[in-house]
Structure formats: C-alpha cells, structure tokens
C-alpha cells in the first residue's frame, strides 16, 4: 500500500513532455525537473520520518488514520480537509493527459476535424470522458 501511494505522488511524469513544450527556457528544463523531484523527495521523506517519530510502530500508512488518535480534535479534521482538497487539485493534471491523448487520436484518424467548427464540442467531449474515465 505505501508503495503504490508514493507512485501515485509520481504520477505527474505523463505531464512532463507537455510542461516541455509549454518552457519558454527549454534550457532549464533538467534544472527544473531535478529539483522539482528533490523537493517531492525532501518533503516526502520529511513526512515518513515525522510519522515514524511521532507514531513509533503504531504509524498507519495513511497519515490521516493516525491523525484520528493524536493530535485529534481540530487538526484532524484540517489535515483530512487538505488531503481531500490536494486529491480535487490532482484531478485537473490526469483529466488533461487522458483527454488530450483522446484528443491526438481523433485528430489523427480524423484530420479534418481538428481546423472544423466542431473542433471545440469534441475537446468538450473528450474532456468529459477523460473525465469519467478517470472516476
């Protein structure tokens, strides 16, 4: 289980060729990229050990469960409010990567849609099944 939450932190690596593109200093992507990933395994890390420190063995792997026993009161319920707020932020990323792959395939098999009118309801449709997918 721990495995699979801290790949799923790293899920992000299908919107590097996009964020690539879209540099206006394409120079600085590795910069970029290396220390944006030092900073997920510095907080990351930071977390594990204040777990580890605070909980002993007793520590749960998802930190919300502990959080129901020590602190509790108010701080649980923020910090469940966060991870709740932190998972609606993270939907926009993947929605975008699976719809823009639906996206490419359409206007690959189907060219004269993409500089047609109805360029704009397909994205809207493919967006939305990107959407639903993703649920």
Not at 18 to 41: D, G, H, P, W
Not at 43 to 54: E, F, P
Request: charged fraction near 10%; hydrophobic fraction near 50%; proline fraction near 3%.
């Amino acid at each position: 289980l721990a495995t699979g939450i801290y790949l799923t932190s790293l899920g992000g690596h299908a919107l590097i060729p996009s964020l690539y593109v879209q540099m206006k200093k394409k120079e600085q992507f590795t910069t970029v990229v290396a220390s944006s990933f030092a900073i997920i395994f510095a907080v990351y890390s930071l977390m594990a050990v204040s777990g580890y420190m605070l909980y002993a063995s007793n520590v749960s792997v998802l930190i919300t469960e502990n959080l129901e026993y020590l602190p509790g009161g108010v701080t649980d319920i923020i910090a469940v409010a966060c991870v709740v707020v932190s998972s609606f932020c993270a939907i926009a990323p993947f929605v975008t990567v699976i719809s823009s792959s639906l996206e490419m395939l359409v206007s690959h098999y189907h060219p004269k849609v993409k500089g047609s009118s109805k360029w704009g309801v397909v994205q809207r449709l493919m967006r939305t099944v990107g959407l639903f997918i993703l649920y």
